[in-house]
């Protein structure tokens, strides 16, 4: 959240774009290993900024998404509690690949996960809390009957799939 002021408006830089703010509510996700970066607009509006060119002007529930290998992007319509559920301690999904929660799930409870490629295009949909220990989750998961996990030690484990 970033107060009105359109004298100074809160700047983000992320590689070659600038998001201009002058209050609103909004979220970024730009890790540095994935390929693109996402902004999700709540309330207010920002403008995208690729060098001086203004390239996107968002309102609430749009969200942009920069492909930074093509430097191609587009603006949707999203459902941001996806986006900002971890304002509230959840994780939620929709239709998301079971190599996305994986890398969401790995980032939060700071370990590596392994994804075969076998299952990594598999989705899911769901609402779980942030505040569960790792392997609740991944129990929760289990019971799909479609994974299967091997745990190592160094906090590594293995998304596989699930055999009879």
Known sequence: KVKHNPENPLNVLLG??????????????????????CITLLE???????????VATLSPGEQFIYQKAS???????VDISVT???????????????GNI?????RWYNVEINVSD??????????????????????ILH????L???YYKDRKIDAIEKRD
């Open 16 to 37: 070659t774009l600038n998001v201009q703010v002058t209050g609103t509510t909004f979220n970024i996700k730009a890790y540095e290993e994935e390929g693109s970066t």
């Open 118 to 139: 076998d299952i990594k295009n598999i989705r899911y949909s769901g609402i779980l809390s942030r505040k569960q220990p790792l392997t609740d989750i991944l129990n």
């Open 44 to 54: 207010g509006s920002v403008n995208v900024r690729e060098g001086q060119k203004v």
């Open 102 to 106: 994986m890398t969401e799930l790995s």
């Open 143 to 146: 019971l799909t009957n479609e």
């Open 71 to 77: 430097r191609e992007y587009n603006t949707t319509q």
């Open 148 to 150: 299967d996990f091997k």
């Open 84 to 98: 900002t559920g971890w304002i509230e301690d959840k994780f939620i999904f929709r239709n998301e690949t079971i």
